[in-house]
């Protein structure tokens, strides 16, 4: 087989440029919020025009969430910028997921928040018939999954797991065998064939195997599925991070799950990934460019971060100031915490790193023991989502967090009787977090995978 190249995006959450995102009940909305809302428009044109003008790729995968949350309005306009894309001479093959369709969409106005109108599940596929499922060689039309012939040689699988008044639902014994046959017959085909859905199949980083909605349900029986006949790599997005993971089935097949970072909220990425045969992928990021907007003189990567880190910074600032408000956002607001959850956020505001250590018998290390703790915090809460997490052990915020983790350790075996990941799995606290902390493992962004 020649070589083949594409690029992946994922979560444009595009938001109509006719609807509104104005108003206090916006600005409100927004401190809460890692992703960008009135600017998506503005940071999809700036993405697609620089897709539309790249000679290395003729193929882009689209892995969900494609607008805000299922306006009709947003639709109508994002297809028109696929159709742009089409125009300039792309394929382009999209998946929807639990964004892109009702119950919820809405604008902001200067009187609050409005309900707009939103499309049903079973609209989807005439907005997206051109962009898929028409050129589709095998169509699940109940779950909106598809088989398509991407190049002489390779197939994409394409999975949703959303149907009618459905959303993130466990994949279906029927849904299943129609993947199980597409497998086998691409074998038959002599045909290479990976996948693309909107979950992520493994965690993105471990801490993140604690959180239900972080993976697609049932994840091992999917991925054991897939591995095991042939599919050794998935794209994914939803959870907004930048990862790469890999695991191994019990008769020892690899299987990987690259999840890419959100268009429009940090980090913004995109991938251009390279099969070079039907053993070895090649996957490099790309940042997503700058675009057209009042972005304060920073550019698109300052921008988005900003927005992240005063997301986390405004939940730690609530959880003193107001925190019902801030325990609404973390699940559910209980007022006999009220009292608590304010102390603590005053000393997250105000502790050093340092004096955390000391709390627990701790030497920090001379370079970072000054610095506020909550800095700390937002970089560890940051990293996980960007990615390549720097905090090592030999690192100055690696070691010192380190040994507070290994302090913890009676607690965290206790931890480890108690809680279970989302999907049952045994878990190991301290090694949970060291590897959340730190990345010693693949490149989240650049790196060679040898599927076999």
């Not at 639902?169 to 990976?194: C, H, N, P």
């Not at 990293?383 to 915020?397: H, I, L, R, S, Y």
Request: net charge negative; proline share 3%.
């Amino acid at each position: 087989m020649k070589s083949f190249k594409f690029f992946v995006i994922t979560d444009t959450h595009y938001f109509a440029k006719s609807l509104s995102a104005t108003g206090d009940a916006y600005k409100e909305f927004m401190e809460f919020e890692q992703k960008c809302f009135a600017e998506t428009s503005a940071i999809n044109e700036a993405a697609f025009e620089y897709l539309a003008n790249q000679n290395e790729a003729d193929t882009i995968l689209i892995a969900g969430d494609l607008s805000f949350n299922g306006e009709k309005a947003s639709h109508e306009e994002f297809v028109g910028l696929l159709n742009k894309l089409k125009n300039a001479g792309k394929d382009v093959y999209v998946v929807t997921a639990g964004h892109d369709m009702e119950p919820n969409p809405f604008q902001y106005t200067e009187e609050g928040r409005v309900h707009v109108e939103g499309v049903k599940f079973s609209d989807l596929y005439d907005y997206y018939r051109d962009f898929g499922y028409d050129k589709a060689i095998s169509f699940y039309r109940e779950n909106l999954s598809y088989v398509a012939q991407l190049a002489d040689g390779v197939r994409l699988l394409v999975l949703c797991n959303d149907s009618e008044g459905k959303k993130n639902i466990a994949y279906t014994d029927e849904l299943l065998s129609w993947a199980k046959e597409q497998m086998d017959k691409a074998k038959e085909d002599g045909q290479m064939m990976f996948a693309m859905e909107h979950y992520p199949v493994l965690p993105g980083q471990p801490i993140l195997t604690l959180i239900g909605d972080a993976r697609q349900k049932e994840s091992k029986k999917l991925y054991t599925l897939l591995a095991d006949n042939g599919v050794h790599l998935i794209f994914t997005g939803h959870m907004h991070n930048q990862s790469i993971n890999v695991v191994e089935t019990e008769n020892g097949n690899k299987f990987y799950d690259v999840c890419t970072g959100a268009l429009i909220g940090c980090p913004a990425f995109m991938r251009l990934c390279t099969i070079e045969d039907e053993n070895t992928v090649d996957i490099k990021s790309i940042p997503v460019p700058d675009f057209e907007w009042d972005t304060k003189g920073k550019d698109c990567k300052t921008y988005l971060r900003d927005q992240f880190e005063s997301m986390i910074r405004m939940i730690v600032y609530c959880m003193e100031t107001n925190p019902g408000r801030s325990l609404r956002k973390l699940g559910g607001d209980n007022p006999k915490l009220h009292k608590f959850v304010s102390f603590v956020g005053k000393k997250l505001s105000t502790l050093t790193v340092g004096k955390v250590a000391r709390f627990f018998f701790v030497k920090a290390h001379k370079d970072i023991k000054d610095k506020r703790f909550i800095d700390l915090v937002v970089d560890i809460a940051r990293n996980a989502f960007e990615g390549d997490q720097p905090f090592v052990e030999g690192t100055p915020e690696g070691d010192t967090v380190l040994k507070v983790f290994r302090r913890l350790n009676p607690v965290f075996n206790i931890l480890n009787k108690k809680l279970h990941g989302s999907q049952g799995e045994e878990i190991d606290m301290y090694e949970l977090l060291k590897h959340s902390l730190g990345n010693y493992g693949i490149s989240d962004y650049n790196a060679t995978l040898k599927l076999r």
